[in-house]
Structures are given as C-alpha cells and as structure tokens.
C-alpha cells in the first residue's frame, strides 16, 4: 500500500525559507511521477509542481523562479525548495503521486502547514 508522508512545514516572515519533504512507501519510488499542491484558507487546492520520471518539472508561475521541486529515488523522497517566501504562499502543501508504472493513480500525503508573516 502506498504511503506518503510529508513535512517541513513551519512559520516564517516574508523572504524566509523552507524545505518541504515528502517520504514515499510501499512502491518503487522511481517510477512514480510526483506533485505538490497546496490550499489556503477558503480556496480550491492548487497545483505548485510537479517531477517526472525523468526529472522533467513543471511550476505554476505564481511559483517560477522562488520554488524548486526535486527528487531523491534512493530515499523514496521528494522535496520543495520554498525560497523568497510570500504570505500568500500560505496554505496547506500536500504531495501527491499522480502516476506509477505509466498509470494513472491518486495517492495524497497528509499536508504540512506553511505559514508566512509580513
């Protein structure tokens, strides 16, 4: 059974930064396409970024150029580089794995709070 398990959260003033990690199991990690997603108080969930396979990512643009997702297969883990923190990066930040072995799947962490304070 898949199982993802993220953390990292924390509070910081605008600027700050912090690293998010989400640790998988129960899958070859490798072969998982992995997401970060988010949701702030009273909106719809949001896609952050996402990692391939391959390493190919994609961000959303409120994101471009402060945020870097990444991968380590021998840990089973992915993280989220936060940099240059806005307080509208504050939200719950899940991880999701979205695809394992070219199929289509839906497996969520539990979220970690991210806070930012002007």
């Known amino acids: 059974q898949v199982q993802l398990v993220g953390s990292g959260g924390g509070s910081v003033q605008t600027g700050g930064s912090l690293r998010l990690s989400c640790a998988a199991s129960?899958?070859?990690?490798?072969?998982?396409?992995m997401g970060w997603y988010r949701q702030a108080p009273g909106k719809q969930r949001e896609s952050v970024a996402s990692?391939?396979?391959?390493?190919?990512?994609v961000y959303a643009d409120s994101v471009k150029g402060r945020f870097t997702i990444s991968r380590d297969n021998a840990k089973n883990t992915v993280y989220l580089q936060m940099n240059s923190l806005k307080p509208e990066d504050t939200a719950v930040y899940y991880c999701?794995?979205?695809?394992?072995?070219?199929?289509?799947?839906?497996?969520w962490g539990q979220g970690t709070q991210v806070t930012v304070s002007s």
């Open positions: 129960g899958t070859t990690f490798s072969r998982a396409a």
């Open positions: 990692i391939d396979t391959s390493g190919l990512t």
């Open positions: 999701k794995m979205y695809n394992l072995n070219w199929r289509i799947v839906d497996y």
